[in-house]
């Protein structure tokens, strides 16, 4: 037996199971440093980047302390994003699978109250939420805490640079002085030590390398004049022709204007940053998740906890101003079994930042002429996939099925132009392969969902 099989951990027979049966195979890093103390009910300070598996890391020694028959809250975890917090929650709901009737309740900003507090009166036995939210409910009285066994603070220095300490101290006052505290963190600078030191008892320390496999990513250096950044991104996508991108700018500012330029260009772009209401930031998401946008451009405060699959390159238009940020940047491409291409366009003020990506990386940097990037294709990037939005979601019960057999039934689309649907509180949204869906929109528009027509719109 390995020390690396997860049949090495007191684990139980049902637990193992459904590892095995979710394809957790053998573990990662992280989970190997971290599982044989935090079973045994340690609090951790665990340094480790997105995708590393640090989710199963607190997930598995939370699901094996819960009691199902006993209805409160033993479990909780903080976010400091909704999306990241949908994610941890669909993730937990997997790893409990082998338990019957566990409920994982998100509590997150942007959604109404009334139906969180509706949720939270019928009993959860893990809750997933953002800091801002949990001490609404905290404040209006419509949450306890004193049950919580197992804190879980994720993205520690992200909440804390999103300007939550505060928030974050009020809720962990509100928990059980005698319980398991685990803290995961990107970076470890001295404002995370300051927050862990009043929450974790004799914490286990553990620290997973955060670089990434070069046979996985193949990083780019280009030099650029300052003001020619926007034109060398154009440049780049004509040339290697993604289908899906997503690029860095270090600015709110910089993003909506690169997004502006690249959509005059005839470029399928949306921008993402931090002031975003959460219906937009939503939306954008989607479109960009299902395919029907090429080009996200992004903040790093917008796109930190985004998982993103299938992503074929990650463009650093502004250098990070932090080696690790640019570790977790170019770490969005070459998941899994792919492989990943991470340009970064560095102006000569660039240098020292530069010279601190080099140094952090312990390799000298692939430089490139930008004369390389010659146009490959004289045709438009054209995203392979159409958002269709239906005005009709939970509240009317709608479900993929309903929506997937109208599309393949009265619809007349064959299943293999239809791609993610995603149902929210009041629409739903399709994508599907562009051409059929330019095609048959008008045999779309008059197909009925659960026997009644629907109005619909290609976004």
Request: charged share 25%; with cysteine.
């Amino acid at each position: 037996m390995s020390k690396t099989d997860f049949s090495a951990l007191p684990l139980s027979g049902a637990m193992l199971d459904n590892l095995t049966s979710l394809g957790y195979l053998s573990m990662t890093p992280i989970q190997a440093e971290s599982l044989p103390g935090t079973l045994d009910n340690r609090d951790l300070i665990a340094q480790a980047k997105t995708g590393s598996g640090k989710t199963a890391a607190f997930g598995i020694p939370l699901m094996e302390k819960l009691n199902p028959r006993w209805f409160a809250i033993q479990g909780l975890v903080m976010c400091p994003t909704r999306e990241l917090a949908e994610q941890v929650a669909k993730e937990l709901r997997r790893l409990a699978r082998h338990i019957d009737n566990i409920k994982v309740l998100t509590l997150c900003g942007g959604s109404p109250m009334g139906p969180q507090i509706g949720s939270l009166e019928h009993g959860a036995h893990v809750v997933v939420g953002t800091p801002g939210r949990l001490r609404d409910h905290l404040g209006r009285g419509t949450i306890d805490l004193s049950t919580v066994h197992t804190l879980v603070l994720d993205e520690a220095d992200r909440m804390v640079d999103m300007g939550f300490y505060e928030d974050i101290a009020g809720i962990v006052s509100a928990c059980p002085k005698k319980r398991q505290t685990l803290l995961f963190s990107a970076t470890y600078p001295d404002n995370i030590r300051k927050l862990s030191g009043p929450f974790l008892r004799q914490p286990l320390e553990v620290k997973v390398e955060s670089l990434h496999q070069t046979d996985k990513i193949e990083q780019r250096f280009y030099k650029v004049d300052a003001n020619k950044r926007n034109a060398m991104v154009a440049q780049a996508l004509q040339h290697y022709r993604p289908t899906s991108t997503l690029a860095f700018c270090n600015t709110k500012i910089h993003c909506r204007e690169l997004a502006a330029e690249l959509t005059d260009q005839g470029f399928s772009a949306l921008a993402l940053y931090g002031e975003l209401e959460q219906r937009e930031r939503d939306e954008i998401l989607l479109r960009f998740v299902n395919r029907s946008v090429s080009i996200l451009v992004a903040t790093d405060v917008a796109a930190r906890g985004l998982d993103i699959q299938g992503l074929d390159m990650v463009i650093n238009v502004d250098v990070a101003r932090d080696a690790e940020v640019h570790i977790h940047r170019i770490g969005r491409t070459g998941r899994g079994d792919e492989q990943g291409l991470a340009l970064t366009l560095a102006a000569p003020a660039d240098q020292r930042w530069v010279d601190e990506i080099s140094r952090y990386q312990q390799a000298p940097l692939a430089w490139r002429d930008s004369a390389e990037l010659m146009v490959k294709g004289t045709g438009r990037l054209v995203p392979p996939m159409v958002t269709l939005c239906i005005a009709a979601g939970k509240k009317e019960k709608l479900r993929p099925g309903d929506i997937l057999g109208a599309l393949t039934g009265e619809g007349g689309l064959d299943g293999q132009a239809i791609g993610k649907i995603q149902i929210t509180e009041f629409a739903s949204f399709v994508a599907l392969r562009r051409e059929v869906a330019e095609q048959h929109f008008t045999r779309l528009t008059d197909c009925k969902i659960k026997g009644k027509p629907r109005k619909m719109r290609l976004m």
